[in-house]
Each structure stands twice: as structure tokens, then as C-alpha cells.
T-cell receptor
Framework: DGGITQSPKYLFRKEGQNVTLSCEQN?????MYWYRQDPGQGLRLIYY???????QKGDIAEGYSVSREKKESFPLTVTSAQKNPTAFYLC????????????FGPGTRLLVL | AQKVTQAQTEISVVEKEDVTLDCVYE???????LFWYKQPPSGELVFLIR??????QNEISGRYSWNFQKSTSSFNFTITASQVVDSAVYFC????????????FGTGTSLTVIP
């Protein structure tokens, strides 16, 4: 089945540790996105990528990094510089980077130990 | 300024009642797109509908209907004869030329349908 997968479902981070969230899609979409969701708030854009080997910062990129080496994969690293990483992280993709609809994965919940 | 406002934080209705979720948006562009997504307790956002700014025709899909009014910058969502499975958080989102490739999401409306 075509879709977007995110792993793990839950992730625990220790202080000072970098962690990487996985996002894979088999929809042959060019554009991919990472959002952060906090309780009672909407989604906020962290990073997006319109094409392989290219990505741009969103509204809250500080403390995060990404890579886009393959069309189907867009991993997000939460670095130790992100002081408040506890949140629900959602990955999305769209056919292109125009006005197309974004489709979302199931999300990863990150908790700090 | 917030581009998308969902003033209703939480709504509770009894099963079979109709419910309308409000969405007010702000944009300077003449070309823009509006979206509704459903987020059930599992967390994944499910796409419901996309409208472009040139199509003000209301849309109906089963028990769901959408009322797009440019004059009031609103894109409201109505569920007719609500069911328990409709319980979720619903997000309205805007994508316009100003935002480039970004979506701007409202803060969501949490709907609880009581059996």
C-alpha cells in the first residue's frame, strides 16, 4: 500500500542526546515536510524539502537538522540544542511544492527522560 | 497575525446532532487554498477537503459539508447527524502565495460526540 511511514512511534531522549526520527514515503512525492505539534496548538513547520538534496527552514528550525539524500526519505534529527523537544512530530509529503495537498504520516511522539 | 483562526477550542455534541466547526482565515492573495484535516486519537492527520479561492461553490460529501464565503473569509465545516467516530480534532489550514510552500494551520477544534 502507498503511504507515509514514521518510526519509531515513541522515542525517548536523554539530556544532551541527539535523536533521529525516520520518515519514508512510497508515493513518489517530490516534496516532504516536518511539523511539530504541541498540546493545544496547531502544527508548526520545522523543515521542508522540495527535491532531493535540497531543503529549507520553516518557522521553528532551530535545534533541528534534516537531510534528503533519497526521494523517499526525509529524516529529522533533534539535536541537543533543542531545549524543549517533547512534542508530537508529523511528517508529510505532497506531489510537488506548489499548492498540492499534503498527506501525513502517523507521527512520532518524542519524550525527554 | 494569525492566518487561520479556529475560535472553538472544544465542542461536545450528542450523537445525531449537527455541528459546525468555524474557520476564519486571513490572506492578501487572490489565489489561495483552504484545507480541512481530521486528527483522530491515533494522531495521523487525515485529509478531508481542499478548496481554491476561485471556487466558492459549497461542497457536500456524505454527512460532511463545507461552506466557503470569501466575503467573510470563512470556510466552515458542518457534520450532519454526528457519530461517535467523528470524535477527533479538526484542523483548518491555508496555503497562499505569501506562505510559499508552507501551510498555516489553525489551532484545531476538538470535537467530542457523546453516545
Amino acid at each position: 500500500d502507498g503511504g507515509i511511514t514514521q518510526s519509531p512511534k515513541y522515542l525517548f531522549r536523554k539530556e544532551g542526546q541527539n535523536v533521529t526520527l525516520s520518515c519514508e514515503q512510497n508515493l513518489n512525492h517530490d516534496a516532504m515536510y516536518w511539523y511539530r505539534q504541541d498540546p493545544g496548538q496547531g502544527l508548526r513547520l520545522i523543515y521542508y524539502s522540495q527535491i532531493v538534496n535540497d531543503f529549507q527552514k520553516g518557522d521553528i528550525a532551530e535545534g533541528y537538522s534534516v537531510s534528503r539524500e533519497k526521494k523517499e526519505s526525509f529524516p529529522l534529527t533533534v539535536t541537543s540544542a533543542q531545549k524543549n523537544p517533547t512534542a508530537f512530530y508529523l511528517c508529510a509529503s505532497s506531489i510537488g511544492a506548489g499548492q498540492e495537498t499534503q498527506y501525513f504520516g502517523p507521527g512520532t511522539r518524542l519524550l525527554v527522560l | 497575525a494569525q492566518k487561520v483562526t479556529q475560535a472553538q477550542t472544544e465542542i461536545s455534541v450528542v450523537e445525531k446532532e449537527d455541528v459546525t466547526l468555524d474557520c476564519v482565515y486571513e490572506t492578501r492573495d487572490t489565489t489561495y487554498y483552504l484545507f480541512w484535516y481530521k486528527q483522530p486519537p491515533s494522531g495521523e492527520l487525515v485529509f478531508l477537503i481542499r478548496r481554491n479561492s476561485f471556487d466558492e461553490q459549497n461542497e457536500i460529501s456524505g454527512r460532511y459539508s463545507w461552506n466557503f464565503q470569501k466575503s467573510t473569509s470563512s470556510f466552515n465545516f458542518t457534520i450532519t447527524a454526528s457519530q461517535v467516530v467523528d470524535s477527533a480534532v479538526y484542523f483548518c489550514a491555508l496555503r497562499d502565495l505569501d506562505t510559499g510552500n508552507q501551510f498555516y494551520f489553525g489551532t484545531g477544534t476538538s470535537l467530542t460526540v457523546i453516545p
